[in-house]
């Protein structure tokens, strides 16, 4: 079964609107990386969060990781139409990074 | 730099046939990374490559196969093709290590979209 696994499955919201995505995972990890998706194309990494961080922060992205209840969120703020994507969370099966899982994904679709 | 880039980016075969797919990674990047994505499973992890060396499989039965060559390039080949294996197989490539430290950031191809008939 999947790692990750995201909540809402889907997520509709104005322009200008923040937008929250859950997280949850299973087992013990290193970290945590959010991944984006557009329409059937190949992923794109947005930010990694260290098992020792409880929040980070990039641009619109904020990101936290609570290691107690296995879960992480993703907000984007003041959300625009090019955020509309699905939305990933993966967490890796080894300790290099290399091999991850991911789970189900939010999609997320921005309207003006 | 150039990203990482997939060939054929839009294949299809019949039940029964055999298909290989090449991914390119970043240069410098010497992990290559398969995934397999459908509407149903979602992501899932194939297999990973670190200087021609499989490091890492996932779940996937043994007609899915990959190597990694000297520069890096992978394919993957998938043997007596089935309908549930319509999928798109993405590649990422990773630095993976360097100056003693871990780099987790894997970087995607576009994908190659496989349909069988």
């Known amino acids: 079964s999947q790692q990750g696994e995201e909540d809402p499955q889907a997520l509709s919201i104005q322009e200008g609107e923040n937008a929250t995505m859950n997280c949850s995972y299973k087992t013990s990890i290193n970290n945590l990386q959010w991944y984006r998706q557009n329409s059937g194309r190949g992923l794109v990494h947005l930010i990694l969060?260290?098992?020792?961080?409880r929040e980070k922060h990039s641009g619109r992205l904020r990101v936290t990781l609570d290691t107690s209840k296995k879960s992480s969120s993703l907000l984007i703020t003041a959300s625009r139409a090019a955020d509309t994507a699905s939305y990933f969370c993966?967490?890796?099966?080894?300790?290099?990074?290399?091999?991850?899982?991911f789970g189900k994904g939010t999609t997320l679709s921005v309207s003006s | 730099k150039a990203g990482v880039t997939q060939t054929p980016r839009y294949l299809i075969k019949t039940r029964g046939q055999q298909v290989t797919l090449s991914c390119s990674p970043i240069?410098?990047?010497?992990?290559v990374s398969w995934y397999q994505q459908t509407p149903g499973q979602g992501l899932q992890f194939l297999f990973e490559?670190?200087?021609?060396?499989?490091?890492n499989k996932g779940n996937f039965p043994g007609r899915f196969s990959g190597r990694q060559f000297s520069n890096s390039r992978s394919e993957m080949n998938v043997s007596t093709l089935e309908l549930g294996d319509s999928a798109l197989y993405l590649c990422?490539?990773?630095?993976?290590?360097?100056?003693?430290?871990?780099?987790?950031?894997?970087?995607f191809g576009p994908g190659t979209r496989l349909t069988v008939t």
């Open positions: 240069s410098g990047h010497r992990s």
């Open positions: 990422a490539s990773s630095l993976s290590w360097t100056s003693g430290r871990n780099i987790y950031e894997q970087y």
């Open positions: 993966a967490t890796a099966l080894n300790q290099a990074g290399t091999a991850l899982i």
């Open positions: 490559y670190f200087s021609e060396t499989q490091r």
């Open positions: 969060i260290r098992s020792n961080e």
